[in-house]
């Protein structure tokens, strides 16, 4: 009996490369057909999974508010996940009524002035060489503007309008065809937050069966990123709300052309660490150098005294030190991101350092002890 089974191992030993030769050749030989047939597939899984997805980002977002109604107010779950979509709701839709259209007509109006704009900025740069008593008369001085104006300055103002347009309509584009999925998505978040200590626990059986010994260590990483990630979030977003908000009356009281979109513009970059602020008042002040020399001098001034306001008092209040990420590892890592990932790395950028700074001390300070 011994010797038929090891009869058997030697033979199932040799039948197994064969079979992988055969395999390889095979799959070698109809690679395309295999490829398509992968791509295809996942295709249909990646269109069957995108309302999951997004719905369980809508719940891990919509989360917070409805712990904090939940702990703060003693309301009972179904109440608090009513008053969060509610809200969630009226946003929407004051957004999609009143903000996208001034957005896209402020893109537009922007678009068709730049001609005009530029002329402007041709006029203060001759305004500002006779007031200095420069030498403007020269052919070569004539010749340089003209180069600046025609090689610099004109297709940077096309390259922001061309910009500016192409993301409004993207970002149209884009919840228009994922209206369906979106909407299955909120519907399934839904669903998520009413019974989240049920998906919790399933999520929890599934890893401990997947990660096996290594689960306290995973476990103990998603609780660290989620705590990171999550709290950063909200203040960050809480904090540029409140900064978007307080610079667009600032604007409109200065009388800048397009107020609200510059101002919306300047809520929703100020989310990137560091470099947010700053696009946001090169934007002001390039929209209104556009149309008054004097004008973009002034909004200059107000986005940067309004910045040092943010970063001194509503920024230290709202994210304080929770990230405890060194300025230059923001730089880094918002440099890094914005390479690879756009913007939605960027500003995931600091927290997601910020857990990659606790592992690391932690691995310096056991190899320190050892």
């Known amino acids: ?19 992988l030769i055969f395999v390889g050749i095979v799959t070698i030989q109809n690679y395309s057909e295999i490829l398509i047939f992968i791509q295809h597939n996942i295709e249909i899984i990646n269109g069957i999974l995108t309302p999951f997805i997004i719905g369980f980002i809508i719940a891990y977002i919509l989360n917070y508010p409805m712990k904090y109604l939940e702990n703060r107010f003693k309301m009972k779950r179904g109440i608090c996940v009513g008053i969060v979509y509610g809200i969630l709701l009226a946003i929407v839709v004051f957004t999609w009524l009143y903000v996208i259209p001034v957005i896209k007509s402020s893109v537009v109006e922007i678009y068709q002035y730049i001609p005009e704009g530029i002329k402007q900025i041709e006029n203060v740069i001759n305004y500002i060489s006779n007031e ?20 610099t300055l004109i297709p940077f103002s096309t390259w922001i309008a061309n910009s500016l347009s192409n993301t409004i309509l993207n970002l149209m584009g884009t919840v228009v065809s994922y209206t369906i999925n979106i909407f299955l998505g909120i519907v399934i978040s839904i669903y998520v937050l009413l019974s989240k200590e049920s998906v919790i626990n399933v999520v929890r059986s599934l890893s401990k069966i997947l990660f096996g010994k ?12 989620d705590k990171n990630i999550g ?6 977003s809480i904090d540029s709300t409140i900064y978007g908000v307080a610079c667009t009356i600032l604007l409109y009281l200065l009388k800048s052309k397009y107020a609200l979109f510059v101002g919306l513009v300047i809520a929703v970059t100020n989310m990137i660490p560091f470099f947010g602020p700053i696009i946001g008042a090169i934007l002001a002040t390039f929209i209104n150098l556009l149309f008054s020399f004097d004008k973009a ?3 200059l001034v107000a986005m940067v005294i309004a910045q040092q306001i943010e970063s001194a008092v509503l920024e230290p209040y709202f994210v304080g030190k929770q990230v405890g990420v060194p300025p230059i590892i923001t730089i880094l890592a918002v440099t890094l991101a914005g390479q690879y990932t756009g913007f939605i790395g960027m500003m995931l950028s600091v927290p997601i350092a910020a ?16």
Do not use: H
């Open 132 to 151: 200095f008593s420069l030498n403007i008369n020269s052919i070569n001085a004539k010749q340089q503007i003209s180069e600046f104006v025609s090689t």
């Open 1 to 19: 009996m011994n010797k038929i089974k090891d009869e058997m191992y030697k033979s199932i030993r040799y039948i197994i490369p064969i079979v």
């Open 231 to 236: 709290t950063y979030i909200v203040a960050k």
């Open 355 to 370: 857990v990659i700074i606790i592992y690391t001390k932690r691995f310096i300070n056991k190899y320190t002890l050892s």
């Open 214 to 225: 290594f689960y306290p260590n995973v476990n103990e990483f998603v609780k660290i990123l």
């Open 297 to 299: 001098i002034i909004i």
